[in-house]
Protein backbone atom coordinates (compact mmCIF):
# COMPACT_ATOMS: atom_id res chain seq x y z
CA UNK A 1 0.00 0.00 0.00
CA UNK A 2 1.19 3.78 -0.23
CA UNK A 3 2.94 5.36 2.36
CA UNK A 4 4.52 8.72 2.70
CA UNK A 5 6.17 8.60 6.17
CA UNK A 6 7.84 12.09 7.47
CA UNK A 7 10.62 12.34 10.39
CA UNK A 8 12.63 14.71 11.36
CA UNK A 9 10.64 16.93 13.41
CA UNK A 10 11.00 18.28 16.40
CA UNK A 11 12.37 21.67 18.98
CA UNK A 12 15.25 23.88 18.18
CA UNK A 13 15.78 27.15 18.74
CA UNK A 14 15.79 30.23 16.69
CA UNK A 15 18.62 30.13 14.13
CA UNK A 16 18.81 26.29 14.56
CA UNK A 17 18.78 23.53 12.13
CA UNK A 18 16.63 20.77 11.02
CA UNK A 19 16.55 18.39 8.87
CA UNK A 20 13.46 16.67 7.47
CA UNK A 21 13.24 13.61 5.65
CA UNK A 22 9.79 11.78 3.97
CA UNK A 23 10.55 7.62 3.11
CA UNK A 24 7.55 6.71 0.32
CA UNK A 25 6.67 3.52 -0.77
CA UNK A 26 3.70 1.72 -2.72
CA UNK A 27 4.47 3.88 -5.86
CA UNK A 28 6.81 4.76 -8.20
CA UNK A 29 8.38 7.82 -6.53
CA UNK A 30 10.82 8.88 -9.51
CA UNK A 31 7.64 9.39 -11.03
CA UNK A 32 6.42 11.94 -8.80
CA UNK A 33 7.02 15.45 -7.73
CA UNK A 34 7.72 16.12 -4.33
CA UNK A 35 6.32 19.07 -1.94
CA UNK A 36 6.61 20.29 1.73
CA UNK A 37 3.71 21.60 3.41
CA UNK A 38 3.41 23.07 6.32
CA UNK A 39 0.28 24.49 8.44
CA UNK A 40 0.81 26.15 11.68
CA UNK A 41 -2.03 26.71 14.11
CA UNK A 42 -4.70 28.81 12.98
CA UNK A 43 -3.63 29.01 9.38
CA UNK A 44 -4.49 27.43 6.37
CA UNK A 45 -1.44 25.03 4.67
CA UNK A 46 0.95 26.62 2.93
CA UNK A 47 3.78 24.98 0.26
CA UNK A 48 6.85 25.55 1.72
CA UNK A 49 9.30 23.84 -1.55
CA UNK A 50 8.83 21.30 -4.24
CA UNK A 51 11.42 19.62 -6.31
CA UNK A 52 10.39 17.63 -10.02
CA UNK A 53 10.24 13.96 -10.41
CA UNK A 54 13.96 14.15 -11.44
CA UNK A 55 15.11 16.34 -9.08
CA UNK A 56 16.22 19.01 -11.67
CA UNK A 57 13.96 21.95 -10.65
CA UNK A 58 12.93 23.35 -7.51
CA UNK A 59 10.61 26.12 -5.95
CA UNK A 60 10.49 27.78 -2.79
CA UNK A 61 7.84 29.60 -0.91
CA UNK A 62 9.36 33.47 -0.55
CA UNK A 63 9.42 33.24 3.31
CA UNK A 64 12.11 30.10 3.07
CA UNK A 65 14.12 31.64 0.18
CA UNK A 66 17.71 31.08 0.88
CA UNK A 67 17.10 29.00 4.64
CA UNK A 68 15.81 25.83 3.18
CA UNK A 69 16.74 23.49 0.67
CA UNK A 70 14.79 20.38 -0.51
CA UNK A 71 16.87 17.34 -2.06
CA UNK A 72 15.74 14.00 -2.88
CA UNK A 73 16.87 10.72 -3.77
CA UNK A 74 15.13 8.61 -6.33
CA UNK A 75 17.04 5.35 -5.19
CA UNK A 76 16.55 5.82 -1.29
CA UNK A 77 12.73 6.90 -2.22
CA UNK A 78 13.17 10.04 0.05
CA UNK A 79 12.94 13.74 0.25
CA UNK A 80 14.65 16.24 2.30
CA UNK A 81 14.06 19.31 3.99
CA UNK A 82 17.11 21.01 5.70
CA UNK A 83 16.33 24.23 7.50
CA UNK A 84 18.45 26.45 8.21
CA UNK A 85 18.65 29.87 10.15
CA UNK A 86 14.78 28.72 11.53
CA UNK A 87 12.75 31.24 13.19
CA UNK A 88 9.66 31.04 15.71
CA UNK A 89 7.15 31.70 12.48
CA UNK A 90 8.52 28.54 11.17
CA UNK A 91 6.91 26.59 13.93
CA UNK A 92 4.18 24.27 12.08
CA UNK A 93 3.81 20.76 11.56
CA UNK A 94 5.47 20.14 8.43
CA UNK A 95 3.55 17.51 5.74
CA UNK A 96 5.30 15.63 2.96
CA UNK A 97 2.72 15.02 -0.50
CA UNK A 98 3.76 13.10 -3.79
CA UNK A 99 1.89 13.84 -6.84
CA UNK A 100 1.43 13.30 -10.25
CA UNK A 101 -0.87 13.73 -13.51
CA UNK A 102 -1.22 10.46 -15.91
CA UNK A 103 -3.51 11.40 -18.81
CA UNK A 104 -6.34 13.34 -16.82
CA UNK A 105 -6.18 11.29 -13.69
CA UNK A 106 -4.62 13.38 -10.43
CA UNK A 107 -2.67 11.24 -8.15
CA UNK A 108 -1.84 12.75 -4.41
CA UNK A 109 -0.38 11.08 -1.49
CA UNK A 110 0.23 12.89 1.97
CA UNK A 111 2.16 11.94 4.77
CA UNK A 112 0.69 13.14 8.98
CA UNK A 113 2.87 15.28 9.05
CA UNK A 114 6.02 16.36 11.69
CA UNK A 115 5.38 18.50 14.09
CA UNK A 116 8.99 21.64 14.04
CA UNK A 117 8.98 23.79 17.08
CA UNK A 118 11.16 26.98 17.26
CA UNK A 119 11.39 28.43 20.33
CA UNK A 120 14.02 29.55 22.45
Known amino acids: QVQVVESGGGLVQPGGSLTLSCAAS????????MSWYRQAPGKERELVAD????????NYADSVKGRFTISRDNAKNTVYLQMNSLKPEDTAVYYC?????????????WGQGTQVTVSS
Open 97 to 109: NADRWSGARYYSH
Open 26 to 33: GFIFSSYG
Open 51 to 58: IASSGGST
